[in-house]
C-alpha cells in the first residue's frame, strides 16, 4: 500500500481508504443483518494495507461508529488512522428512514464538545485523527468553530480536523474558503472521472497553496465506473435521487474511456482510482466497498503506483469539459451551492433547491463577503 501525508500533520494515511457508510447507513441497501459483513471487510482492508478508516456520527445515528470497534481492537489503535465526523444533531432531530431531508445541524461549541465525548465513547477510544464537519455550510464556517476546533487538537481530543462537502455535488465556496482560509487539513469531496467539478479545482487550488489534502469520495460515480450497469436497471436506494441522464450517458462515457483502459491493463474501477491518485494533493479514494472481490481490486489499483500521464489525464478533462460530445442533456448533474444565483448567501439551504453553478468570478466575491469564515 502506498501512503500520503494530510498536509501540515505528521498523520500518513493508505491511498485507499475505508469508509464504512456502505454498512452503517442503510442508504445502500444493507441493514443491519449485514453489520458483521461489514466488520470482516473493514479488518480485511487493515490486512490488505489500509490505515485510513472514515465514519461519522450521522451514519443510521450511531451505529457505524460502533462498527468501528472491532477493527480498532483487531488493528490496533495505534496503527489505523479513525475518522469521523460532527455537525448533525440525530439526538434531537433523528430524521427518517429512508428519506434525503437533512437532519438539524449543530456547529457551536457546546454541541462540539457534548458530539465529540458522544463518538469517543461509541468508538471506545479517547482521540480521533481525523474529525470532519458534516456537510457543512458556508454560513456555518465562523470563527467561533474553528477555534473551537483548535481547542480541541490542543486538548489531545482531536489530532486534525477537515470538512466533508454534501450532501450532493457542490459547494465550491466552502471548499475554497477551507483551503485557502481556514488552511483545514482535509477537504472530502464528490470526485470522480465524469464529476470533476469542483474536486480537480479543489486539488489545484491545494497545489498552490501547499496545505489541505483531498480525499474523493464516489470516486466511481456511484457505480458507473464500475461496468456492473445495464440502461434498463432501476434502483431503490440512494441512487434513486440520480436523475436517469447519469446512468443513461454515463454508459456512452465510459465507452470513450476504453483506449485509456486498455494502456493500463487494468478494470475500469482501477482506471478511476489511478485517475484520482494522479493529483498529488488527493491523498485518499474512498470507494464504496461491498465485496471482499471489490476490496481487492480497488487495493491494487491503490497500492502499484501505475498513475496516468499528462496527456491521459488532459484528454480525460477535454471529454468531460465538452460533455463526452453527447449534448447539454449528458452535463454532470449541476452544482448545489449555499449561494443563491446572484451571489446571497443562503441561510437556509434545501437539497432540492433548483441552484444554477456559480460562475468562476462570482465565488471569490461571495467569501469576501463572509469577512474570510
Not at 15 to 43: C, H, R
Not at 223 to 229: M, T, V
Not at 233 to 258: A, I, P, Q, S
Request: net charge negative.
Amino acid at each position: 500500500m502506498i501512503y500520503r501525508a494530510i498536509p501540515g500533520t505528521d498523520i500518513k494515511v493508505s491511498t485507499l481508504s475505508f469508509g464504512n457508510f456502505i454498512y452503517g447507513s442503510g442508504m445502500w441497501g444493507k441493514t443491519v443483518a449485514d453489520e458483521p459483513e461489514g466488520v470482516v471487510l473493514q479488518n480485511k482492508a487493515f490486512d490488505l494495507g489500509v490505515n485510513f478508516f472514515d465514519t461519522a456520527d450521522a451514519y443510521d445515528n450511531g451505529r457505524a461508529e460502533q462498527m468501528m470497534r472491532d477493527t480498532i481492537a483487531y488493528a490496533g489503535r495505534a496503527n489505523i488512522v479513525l475518522s469521523t465526523k460532527f455537525g448533525y444533531d440525530f439526538y434531537s432531530d433523528p430524521g427518517t428512514a429512508g428519506s434525503h431531508r437533512e437532519r438539524k445541524q449543530d456547529f457551536s461549541p457546546s454541541f462540539l464538545d457534548f458530539a465529540l465525548e458522544q463518538s469517543l465513547k461509541r468508538l471506545g477510544t479517547d482521540y480521533i485523527d481525523l474529525w470532519q464537519a458534516h456537510n457543512i455550510k458556508l454560513p456555518q464556517m465562523t470563527d467561533e468553530l474553528r477555534t473551537a476546533l483548535d481547542r480541541l487538537i490542543r486538548e489531545g481530543k482531536i489530532r486534525s480536523w477537515g470538512i466533508a462537502l454534501g450532501p450532493a455535488i457542490g459547494w465550491r465556496e466552502e471548499g475554497a474558503a477551507a483551503i485557502e482560509q481556514w488552511q483545514c487539513a482535509t477537504v472530502q469531496t464528490v470526485f470522480n472521472m465524469l464529476e470533476q467539478h469542483p474536486g480537480r479545482e479543489f486539488c489545484v487550488r491545494s497545489q498552490r497553496t501547499g496545505h489541505t489534502g483531498i480525499i474523493s469520495r464516489v470516486p466511481h460515480s456511484s457505480g458507473i465506473l464500475q461496468d456492473i450497469y445495464t440502461a434498463d436497471m432501476t434502483f431503490t436506494d440512494h441512487r434513486k435521487f440520480r436523475d436517469r441522464n447519469w446512468l443513461v450517458y454515463g454508459l456512452k462515457k465510459v465507452e470513450m474511456l476504453r483506449d485509456i483502459q486498455k494502456v493500463h491493463n487494468c478494470t475500469l474501477g482501477q482506471l478511476a482510482i489511478k485517475w484520482l491518485l494522479s493529483f498529488p494533493t488527493l491523498i485518499s479514494v474512498q470507494p464504496n466497498i461491498t465485496t471482499e472481490a471489490e476490496l481487492a481490486e480497488f487495493a491494487t489499483a491503490a497500492s502499484d503506483g501505475a498513475l496516468l500521464s499528462p496527456a491521459e489525464m488532459k484528454r480525460i478533462e477535454e471529454l468531460v469539459e465538452s460533455d463526452f460530445g453527447f449534448g447539454p442533456d449528458a452535463h454532470a448533474c449541476d452544482l448545489k451551492s449555499s449561494v443563491t444565483a446572484n451571489g446571497i448567501t443562503r441561510s437556509d439551504y434545501q437539497l432540492d433547491a433548483p441552484i444554477p453553478p456559480l460562475s468562476e468570478n462570482r465565488a471569490p466575491a461571495a467569501l469576501q463577503r463572509q469577512g474570510g469564515k
